[in-house]
């Protein structure tokens, strides 16, 4: 069963296999800045799981570790990579039902803004999840 998700004005489509997907929040200060927004959620797939279904994305090298993409259209940010092309990471707000994504945890909370508080029991990473090494 696959996902779909677009961009704020449609231009940019894609879909992919949430199978074995890992979904979690990123505090860190480049995800904040990237989506302008407090904290982010992700849920990253093996490449082979993610296909642009419409448009192209443009792409921007946010750091040695991360390309975002994003439509250039409307601007809106909508996946990132990596350098290796071990993993997708969609950003949850651009998924069309995001409600079988549950978060697994917070990757980044030493760069967390002061006054978000985070009010569940998820694991707490100071930097990358285990998981995103």
């Given at each position: 069963?696959?996902?779909?998700?677009?961009?704020?004005?449609?231009?940019?489509?894609?879909?992919?296999?949430p199978?074995?997907?890992?979904?979690?929040?990123?505090?860190?200060?480049?995800?904040?800045?990237?989506?302008?927004?407090?904290?982010?959620a992700?849920?990253?797939?093996k490449p082979?799981?993610?296909?642009?279904?419409?448009g192209a994305?443009?792409a921007?090298?946010?750091?040695p570790?991360?390309?975002?993409?994003f439509?250039?259209d409307?601007?809106?940010?909508?996946?990132?990579?990596?350098?290796?092309?071990?993993s997708?990471?969609?950003?949850?707000?651009?998924?069309?039902?995001?409600?079988?994504l549950?978060?697994?945890?917070?990757?980044?909370?030493?760069?967390?803004?002061?006054?978000f508080?985070?009010?569940?029991?998820?694991?707490?990473?100071e930097?990358?999840?285990?998981?995103?090494?």
């Open positions: 069963m696959y996902l779909t998700g677009h961009c704020a004005c449609g231009a940019l489509r894609y879909r992919f296999d199978f074995d997907a890992v979904v979690d929040y990123c505090h860190c200060e480049t995800c904040r800045r990237w989506s302008g927004a407090p904290v982010t992700w849920a990253q797939v082979a799981q993610f296909e642009i279904t419409r994305a443009k921007f090298r946010s750091s570790r991360a390309t975002r993409h439509c250039g409307c601007g809106s940010p909508v996946y990132m990579t990596d350098p290796d092309g071990q997708i990471g969609i950003m949850l707000g651009t998924v069309d039902d995001a409600s079988s549950v978060p697994q945890g917070h990757g980044w909370v030493s760069d967390q803004i002061s006054w508080k985070i009010d569940d029991q998820l694991p707490r990473w930097e990358d999840a285990p998981y995103d090494g």
